[in-house]
């Protein structure tokens, strides 16, 4: 049982890494960041943000059929252009994104007893967005 935890342990972060590095940094229109994103086979869900007067876009990739995971997307608005600020693995959960003050936070949500608990996933500091 150990070993077959491990392999599947492995296998989905072998997945995640090769998913993530081969995806394109800048779009130069909302419409081709937005096609690219729904092309994954389970589509992607959106959520618009702004921080300060900087616009955000976090997209969840997915990549399965009736199991909820996402890979998240984090772009922000240059020029016209949207640029690539952060990506993460794939979770095998639905996510979703907010702003606490300065921090940009992704939740993962985790189906409980019928409830669903938000559990921090990652928190990226929006301070910096200024130097892309």
Known sequence: MRI????????C????FTVTTNS???FDSA??????????F??????????????LVVYFR???????TSEPYVFVKRDGR???????????????????????VLWRLEPHGGKVEKTEFLRFNLT????V
């Open 31 to 40: 419409d081709a960041l937005h096609k690219w994103a729904e092309s994954t």
């Open 62 to 68: 997915c990549y399965t059929s009736g199991v909820e």
């Open 24 to 26: 394109p940094s800048v």
């Open 82 to 104: 949207w640029i690539r600020v952060l990506s993460a693995m794939v979770c095998r959960f639905a996510m979703e994104a907010t702003i606490e003050g300065d921090s940009l």
């Open 4 to 11: 077959l935890i491990l392999s599947f342990m492995l296998c």
């Open 42 to 55: 389970g589509g992607a869900r959106m959520t618009e943000l702004t921080y300060k007067k900087q616009k």
């Open 13 to 16: 972060t072998a997945h995640g």
């Open 128 to 131: 910096n967005l200024d130097g």
